[in-house]
């Protein structure tokens, strides 16, 4: 067995971080001490949710980019198959923090529609701070959506098609991508209103609407911490890869003219990485040697794919029945 060093360098890990959490974290950060300063000085329960739900992004952030450090670190003797499924322990750590600002955000919400504040002070400096978050959290959410693309192997997009194209390959990003899109979303739609509730008040005393969005808010961090808590438990348990890698991963096997079927394969996604294991048929009349080459070179082209962490390839010999089917089929077994 190969050694695998004692200890890897602090910076060196640090550096394997996902930088969009980092970045999200720092952003996040400012915008709630900004909006929690606009909360102190003009009383908006609009602008208390927007600046919980900000605190619950900055802090989440920094747990999902320790946890994408971490899960970077190389495997080890006592853990082989590494260490990808850390990066999903803590975003369930940050799903626990999401819902505690969400019940906050809601309790606060319920209170002012009980008992309406009505026009609140400080109304250019909300706007600010509002309209300062749109753009943060906007641009967070468009280098997210980039990421998106890149770690899903999508075609790029550019302008408005990138949402969609976001929309339909998130599954397949980083769990620390799939965060920090799924917050943004919510951070930049949860801002929009509390602009929307902010103007309205003051303009029309219409004192209700800000319980009504605060509670909102506090909802849609609901249904956040619902979505990821979700995708990483699946992700803890063990998910199987998405149908268009195994496919990818059958293309490369088949490419091989020697490989006459893949009698079982098994691809498991752990964080952002696949492992590969796999029962191939070469073609009848060739020797121990020659298979055993074979084998290797078919290990040695699906590890030159940077999201496979490993793949494992036996070989028997053909026994002259179709196992496996292209073309998004299912494995006959």
Not at 87 to 92: D, H, L, P, W
Not at 109 to 118: N, R, S, V
Not at 193 to 220: E, K, P, Y
Request: aromatic share 6%.
């Amino acid at each position: 067995m190969i050694e695998q060093p004692k200890s890897e360098s602090f910076i060196s890990l640090v550096k394997k971080g996902n930088t969009s959490s980092a970045i999200a974290m720092a952003g996040n950060a400012v915008l709630a001490l900004c909006k929690g300063g606009a909360f102190i000085f003009s009383g908006s329960g609009a602008m208390f949710a927007s600046a919980m739900h900000s605190l619950a992004d900055a802090i989440n952030q920094g747990f999902v980019f320790v946890g994408s450090v971490l899960s970077e670190k190389k495997p080890t003797d006592r853990f082989p198959t590494g260490f990808g499924r850390v990066i999903n322990i803590f975003c369930m750590i940050a799903v626990i923090v999401v819902t505690i600002m969400a019940y906050e955000t809601i309790h606060e919400g319920i209170h002012l529609l009980q008992h309406p504040a009505g026009h609140s002070g400080g109304l250019w400096i909300n706007i600010s701070v509002l309209v300062l978050n749109i753009l943060i959290d906007g641009t967070i959410l468009i280098k997210a959506m980039k990421e998106i693309l890149k770690e899903s192997r999508a075609p790029e997009a550019k302008g408005f098609a990138l949402v969609p194209a976001a929309i339909k390959n998130v599954g397949r990003a980083a769990p620390p991508t799939r965060l920090v899109f799924y917050e943004d979303v919510v951070a930049v739609l949860g801002a929009l209103l509390a602009l929307i509730s902010v103007v309205v008040i003051a303009l029309t005393n219409f004192a209700l609407l800000d319980g009504i969005v605060t509670t909102l808010i506090g909802c849609l961090m609901i249904a956040v911490a619902f979505r990821v808590g979700y995708d990483n438990m699946i992700g803890l348990i063990g998910v199987a890869a998405p149908q268009d890698i195994e496919d990818k991963v059958s293309q490369t096997i088949f490419a091989d003219t020697h490989v006459a079927d893949i009698q079982m394969m098994r691809i498991l996604q752990e964080g952002r990485y696949y492992h590969v294991e796999g029962l191939i048929e070469l073609h009848k009349g060739l020797t121990l040697a020659d298979a055993d080459d074979i084998k290797f070179r078919i290990q040695d082209k699906l590890m030159q794919n940077p999201d496979i962490a490993d793949a494992v390839i036996s070989i028997i010999e053909d026994d002259g029945i179709k196992s496996w089917i292209n073309n998004d089929s299912e494995n006959v077994k």
